[in-house]
C-alpha cells in the first residue's frame, strides 16, 4: 500500500507502509486498522500479545522514535504473526499496576456455546458464526505498554475522529485519549455483565432523575489504575495528561446534590463489585449554563453533546415504545379474561445509550444507562408534500423536547406537562428494559418472582409513578391477577426522600394526570381504594386519618400526592441523615410511620473518597498515603483516623498545611482567571466558601449580610485596628431555578456587594467577595480543597443530609455550620469543638415562627440601612423582596434571629485562624473523623438492609 504524506519541507513524499502483512490463512487484513499495528492494537488481528518487542523494526523503546505524534503516524511496526490457539482458558495475563497494586488477571469467559446464538451474518461457507474464532480474538485484554497506548490513541484520532496529522488539537487528543479508555472499560464491562448473567444474580436498578457525573477520563484512569501508563504515552506524544483532563466538558446530566449523590453511588456500587445498573435520562442541554450580566443570572443553553460523548455506547437494538394520551377500554385476551387496554394517543420511541462506570481497583465496571427520546415516526412526508413544512417534523421535536433540558421551568402549564412526561418516560423505558433483562436471564421464572432478581431504588419522588407503571407492566402486558401483581411491586420497589419541603414532594394535577396518562390514573385510583381500605379497618372511625394518607389530595384541583404513592408501593421508606429520618417520621410522613413503622429506615448519605479526595486533592492523597503507610484508604476511609497520632506533629501540620496552601494558590488563580484579572486574592487569607443551589433555606442570604457587617466595620476601623483583621475571601457559587425570583435576587446582591467591596482601596486585602459563575463538579474540585472554612448554614430542619459538607471536611476544610442534616453526625464523628455550630436548633424552629414580630439585631439594622435606605449596592427596589421580611424578625427561614450567633462565631473563626497550629489541628482532625462519610459505606448498608445483595 502507497500512503502519500506530505510535509512542510517536501510535500510529495511517498512512503511505502506494510499493512495486514500476517493475516492468518482466511481471515482478511482488517484495512481499518492501523499501519502494521501490533497484535494488540484496535483492529489488528486480535492475537495474544508477545512480550518482546525485538520483532519491531522502528524499535520503539528508543526515546527519539516516540518524541512526537508525526513519528507514530509516519512509521509503522511489522504485524505479530498469529500464535497457536490455546485453551481459550489459558490467556495471557494483564499486570495492571497503579495505587490500588498490581493485579495479574485473565479475562472471563463463560462456557463456550456448542451452537452460535445469532446467525444473523455469515462468518464461513457454513453460514455459521465460528464461535471458536470470536473467543480466540476476543481472549486477552488490550495491552497497557504505553508504546502500544500510543498507537492505540493515534488510531482513534484517525480512524475514529478522522484527523490528518496536521489537524490535532487538544480536543481531538482528549477525545482519542477517552475513545481508548473506553475500549478497556468495554472489555471490562463486557465481562463483568456476562459474569453476573451466568451467576444468576440479583441485580440492583438505582433509578435518578439526574446523574451529576463531571469529567469523565480522570477518574476512569485512576480507578483502572493506568494513570502513569496513560501519562507517559501522552507526554511521549507530547501532550500531558492533566491538560487533557481539563478539555474535558462537565457531563451536563445533573444539578445538584441529588445527582451528585447519585453518582457517587454508581461509583461505590462498582468499586465494591454490586451488581447494579443505573437508569435515567440523556439530556442534551443540561439545566443551563449560568453566567453573569450586570450581576444578575443569565441562563444559556448547556449544549454539552455539541462535540460528542466519546463515553457513551449507541444501542439502536434497546428501544421501547413510550404512549401517552389515547384511551384506555376493555377487551377480553386469549383466555378469556377482561383486560384494560391503552391505546391510540402519541407515541414515541426511547432509544438507550450506555456509560460504563468503572470501579476503584477491581475488574467490575458497572453501566448507566440513559435514555434518548425519537418519533415513533421520523417524517411525516405527507404533511411535507402539501406544503405544511412545520407538521412534517413536528412530531420529531414534540418527542425530542423530553430529553433536552433537565427540570424545565414549571410555572406554566405546558412546563409542568413536560416535567411529568420526562418522569413517565425513564421510568416506563427503564422497567420495559428490566422486565426484558429478567425474562431473558431467567426464562424458567414467572414474572412475578421478578423481585427475587432485581431491586429498584427510586431517588426521590421525581421515578415514583414507577410504581404505577410497573403495575401496568404487570397486569396489561404480562397478564397476572392484581394481587400478584402488587405483591411483586411492592417487594421490588424501596424509596429514598430526600427533602423536608413540601414543595418539592411532587403533586400532579389530576386533570393533567387523568389526560396524560389515563392508565396509570385508573391504576393509582385502584391502589389508594384498597390501601384506603386497609387504613380505615385499622383505624375505624377516623376520616382525618383517611384524608391525610389518601393519594389524592381533595383541593382545588385535586392532586395526586406521588410521594404517598411511594410510600405505599415501596417495601423500604428511608431518609439520608439521622435527624432528617426523625423529621420524616415525625412531620412527613407521621401517619405512614404509625400504621408501618418497620419500612422506615435512616442510610445517612456518603460521597466516594475516589473522586473527593484522592483525585481533586492529590496533594493530601499522597500525604495522607505517606502517614498511613499505604492507600487502602482510598477504599477503606475509615482508615484515615490513624492520622489522629499526628494531630500535634509539627512536621505533619507543616506538611497538612503546605497542601492547603498549594490548593488556595490554585484557587486564587482560578478566580483571577474566572473574574478576568479584576480580583487578586491573597492564598493567605482566610477562604470562606459556600457554594451550592441558591436557595432561601440554604441562607446565602445570611452569609452576605454577614459580609456586609463585616465590610461596614472594616470601614469604621483605623489603621491600627485593621492591621488586626483576618483577611478573607468570600467565595459564592451556586445556580437558582429559572422561575425563582428571590434566588436570583440573592445572586443580585451577593454580586453587587462584591462589585463595591472589591473596588474599595480603604479595604484593599482585608475583604474579597467573589462569585464563580456556573459551578459545577469540575469548579467544585478545585474549590473545595482550597476551602479553609466552609458555610453550611440552612435553617435547622430543612437539610435532609448535605453532601459538600463532607467533600470540605474531607479535604481538611472546618465546617461553619447549624445543626442540621449530616452536619449533626459530622459533630459527632470530629468532634463539635472542631466545628462552629451556631443559630436555633431544629427542635425550637416551630416555636420561634409562631413569635410575633419582634425588633432585631442593631447590627443587623445597620447591614439593612446600608443596602435599602442608604443604597449603597444599587437601588433599593430590587432587594425588596428578600429584605422587607427580616425588618419584624419574621421571615421563614429565620435569618434575623440566626444573625447574632452568626456574626459572633465568624468572629471566633477570626480568632482561631490567627493561632494556625490549633487551626490545623483542628482541620487534621476534622478529615480523619471522616471515615463514616463514605458513599461506601452508605452503599454497603443499602445492600445489606433494603436490596438483599452481596458482592
Not at 368 to 394: H, M, T, V
Amino acid at each position: 500500500v502507497i500512503r502519500k504524506m506530505s510535509t512542510p519541507s517536501n510535500p510529495k513524499i511517498d512512503v511505502t507502509i506494510p499493512r495486514g502483512a500476517s493475516a492468518p490463512k482466511n481471515h482478511h487484513a482488517n484495512h481499518g486498522a492501523a499501519a502494521g499495528s501490533n497484535s494488540s492494537t484496535p483492529g489488528g488481528n486480535g492475537h495474544h500479545r508477545h512480550g518482546d518487542k525485538a520483532y519491531s523494526p522502528h524499535n520503539w523503546d528508543n526515546p527519539a522514535r516516540r518524541k512526537s505524534l508525526r513519528d507514530l503516524l509516519s512509521h509503522v511496526a511489522q504485524t505479530v504473526p498469529p500464535t497457536p490457539a490455546a485453551d481459550l482458558a489459558d490467556r495471557p495475563a494483564l499486570k495492571r499496576q497503579g495505587s490500588a497494586g498490581a493485579l495479574n488477571i485473565q479475562r472471563y469467559h463463560a462456557e463456550q456455546p456448542s451452537t452460535p446464538r445469532s446467525s444473523t451474518s455469515d462468518a464461513s461457507s457454513t453460514g455459521k458464526i465460528n464461535n471458536q474464532r470470536l473467543f480466540e480474538l476476543m481472549g486477552s485484554y488490550l495491552s497497557i505498554e504505553p508504546a502500544d497506548m500510543e498507537q492505540f490513541i493515534v488510531n482513534h484520532i484517525e480512524y475514529t475522529l478522522a484527523r490528518s496529522r496536521f489537524n490535532i488539537d487538544d480536543f481531538a487528543a482528549y477525545s482519542a485519549t477517552a475513545y481508548s479508555v473506553r475500549d478497556r472499560l468495554i472489555e471490562f464491562w463486557n465481562d463483568a455483565q456476562q459474569y453476573a448473567r451466568d451467576k444468576e444474580v440479583k441485580m440492583v436498578y438505582y433509578m435518578s432523575i439526574e446523574f451529576l457525573l463531571g469529567r469523565s477520563l480522570q477518574n476512569a484512569v485512576t480507578n483502572l489504575g493506568l494513570k502513569n501508563e496513560y501519562g507517559e504515552a501522552l507526554n511521549n506524544l507530547g501532550w500531558k495528561l492533566e491538560d487533557l483532563y481539563e478539555t474535558e466538558q462537565d457531563a451536563a446530566l445533573g444539578n445538584g446534590g441529588l445527582g451528585r449523590l447519585a453518582a457517587c453511588f454508581l461509583d461505590s456500587l462498582a468499586t465494591l463489585d454490586l451488581p447494579a445498573w443505573g437508569y435515567g435520562i440523556r439530556y442534551q442541554y443540561g439545566m443551563f449554563k449560568q453566567s453573569l450580566h450586570n450581576g444578575f443570572q443569565v441562563e444559556m443553553p448547556d449544549y454539552w453533546l455539541g462535540s460528542g460523548n466519546p463515553w457513551e455506547v449507541r444501542r439502536p437494538d434497546k428501544t421501547y415504545p413510550v404512549r401517552y394520551y389515547g384511551t384506555v377500554r376493555e377487551v377480553v385476551d386469549a383466555d378469556g379474561n377482561w383486560r384494560m387496554q391503552w391505546e391510540g394517543g402519541q407515541q414515541i420511541q426511547a432509544i438507550a445509550y450506555d456509560m460504563p462506570i468503572p470501579g476503584y481497583g477491581t475488574l467490575n465496571v458497572s453501566n448507566l444507562r440513559l435514555w434518548d427520546s425519537r418519533p415513533s415516526d421520523e417524517f411525516d412526508l405527507n404533511s411535507f408534500n402539501s406544503g405544511d413544512y412545520y407538521g412534517a417534523i413536528k412530531q420529531k421535536q414534540e418527542s425530542e423536547n423530553i430529553c433536552s433540558v433537565l427540570y424545565p421551568n414549571d410555572n406554566t402549564p405546558k412546563g409542568r406537562e413536560l416535567r411529568l412526561k420526562q418522569q413517565y418516560f425513564f421510568v416506563s423505558a427503564s422497567l420495559q428494559d428490566m422486565l426484558r433483562r429478567f425474562k431473558r436471564d431467567f426464562p424458567s421464572l414467572p414474572v412475578t418472582e421478578f423481585h427475587t432478581k432485581a431491586a429498584i431504588q427510586l431517588n426521590d419522588t421525581h421515578p415514583s409513578i414507577s410504581i404505577a407503571e410497573l403495575m401496568r407492566l404487570l397486569l396489561d402486558i404480562e397478564r397476572c391477577n392484581w394481587d400478584d401483581a402488587w405483591n411483586t411491586t411492592t417487594k421490588t420497589f424501596a424509596y429514598t426522600n430526600h427533602t423536608v419541603l413540601p414543595e418539592a414532594l411532587e403533586k400532579w394535577d389530576l386533570g393533567l394526570f387523568e389526560s396524560l396518562l389515563p392508565r396509570h390514573a385508573q391504576i393509582i385510583f385502584e391502589i389508594n381504594r384498597r390501601f384506603l381500605d386497609y387504613v380505615a379497618e385499622q383505624y375505624p372511625g377516623d376520616v382525618g386519618k383517611l384524608q391525610r394518607m389518601s393519594l389524592i389530595e381533595e383541593s382545588n384541583p385535586k392532586r395526586i400526592r406521588m410521594a404517598h404513592l411511594a410510600c405505599v408501593g415501596s417495601h423500604s421508606i428511608n431518609g439520608v441523615a439521622a435527624i432528617h429520618t426523625e423529621i420524616i417520621k415525625e412531620r412527613i410522613f407521621p401517619d405512614f410511620y404509625a400504621l408501618w413503622p418497620k419500612k422506615f429506615n435512616n442510610k445517612t448519605n456518603g460521597v466516594t473518597p475516589r473522586r473527593w479526595l484522592d483525585q481533586a486533592n492529590p496533594g493530601l492523597s499522597d500525604l495522607l498515603t505517606k502517614f498511613l503507610g499505604n492507600d487502602d484508604w482510598i477504599t477503606h476511609l475509615d482508615n484515615v483516623a490513624d492520622i489522629k497520632r499526628h494531630a500535634d506533629d509539627p512536621e505533619f501540620q507543616a506538611r497538612f498545611a503546605a497542601v492547603k496552601y498549594e490548593n488556595k494558590a490554585r484557587l486564587a488563580q482560578l478566580i483571577e482567571k474566572a473574574t478576568d484579572g479584576h480580583v487578586k486574592v491573597n492564598p493567605h487569607a482566610l477562604f470562606d466558601v459556600q457554594v451550592k443551589r441558591i436557595h432561601e433555606y440554604k441562607r446565602q442570604l445570611l452569609n452576605i449580610l454577614g459580609v456586609v457587617h463585616k465590610y461596614l466595620d472594616i470601614r469604621k476601623m483605623n489603621t491600627e485596628q485593621r492591621a488586626k483583621v483576618v483577611p478573607r475571601v468570600v467565595i459564592f457559587g451556586g445556580k437558582a431555578a429559572p422561575g425563582y425570583a428571590r434566588a436570583k435576587a440573592i445572586i443580585k446582591l451577593i454580586t453587587s456587594v462584591g462589585n463595591i467591596v472589591n473596588s474599595d482601596a480603604t479595604v484593599a486585602d482585608l475583604l474579597k467577595v467573589v462569585f464563580l459563575p456556573n459551578y459545577n463538579v469540575s469548579l467544585a474540585e478545585k474549590i473545595i480543597p482550597g476551602s479553609d472554612i466552609s458555610q453550611h448554614i440552612s435553617t435547622a430542619g430543612t437539610e435532609a443530609s448535605g453532601t459538600s459538607n463532607m467533600k470540605f471536611a474531607m479535604n481538611g476544610g472546618l465546617i461553619l455550620g447549624t445543626m442540621d442534616g449530616a452536619n449533626i453526625e459530622m459533630a459527632q464523628e470530629v468532634g463539635e469543638e472542631n466545628m462552629f455550630i451556631f443559630g436555633a436548633r431544629s427542635e425550637e424552629v416551630d416555636s420561634l415562627r409562631a413569635q410575633a414580630p419582634h425588633s432585631i439585631d442593631a447590627r443587623l439594622v445597620e447591614v439593612l440601612k446600608a443596602i435599602q435606605h442608604d443604597e449603597l449596592f444599587g437601588s433599593r427596589d430590587q432587594f425588596k423582596e428578600i429584605l422587607d421580611p427580616l425588618w419584624w424578625g419574621n421571615d421563614h427561614y429565620l435569618v434575623a434571629h440566626d444573625f447574632p450567633s452568626y456574626i459572633e462565631t465568624q468572629a471566633k473563626i477570626d480568632d482561631t485562624f490567627r493561632n494556625q497550629a490549633l487551626w490545623n489541628r483542628m482541620a487534621i482532625l476534622t478529615t480523619a473523623g471522616m471515615g463514616k462519610f463514605s458513599s461506601d459505606r452508605t452503599i454497603l448498608e443499602y445492600a445489606k438492609d433494603i436490596w438483599d445483595v452481596s458482592p
